[in-house]
């Protein structure tokens, strides 16, 4: 499926193991639902680092991608302008994630992409 936006956003992060489960229930079932309710957020997709094997230069090669987090969250956006706006601070904050979840996550990363048109 293509990006439907112009723009990426890319968070990604480690947890604490004995947080795991709850990590994933509040993510799934409050974070995610907050921010899709942010005007220019447009979709959410979670992810995991899978084991990776493939032919480079005819061979065959297992990647391994050194202190690389563990989940994902690509989230499609409109503008940058809507990580910086009141609504996305006060979903970023609501329900158990900013006191229950967000202390025992680590090795954050968050990036920003701009999707590129074709040719470009």
Known sequence: MP???KYLFIASMDVEPEKEALFN???DEE????????????????????PLTLSIGGEERT???EDE???TA???IESPEVLVSPEWAEAVETGR???QVRPYTKNRR???RKVMEAGA
């Open 31 to 50: 974070h995610v639902p907050s921010l899709l309710e942010v005007p220019g957020v447009v979709s959410v997709t979670r992810l995991t680092v899978e």
């Open 63 to 65: 990647i391994v991608a």
């Open 97 to 99: 994630w900013g006191e």
């Open 3 to 5: 990006i439907a936006t």
């Open 74 to 76: 690509y989230y499609e």
């Open 25 to 27: 229930e509040v993510y």
């Open 110 to 112: 968050h990036v920003l």
């Open 69 to 71: 987090p563990f989940f």
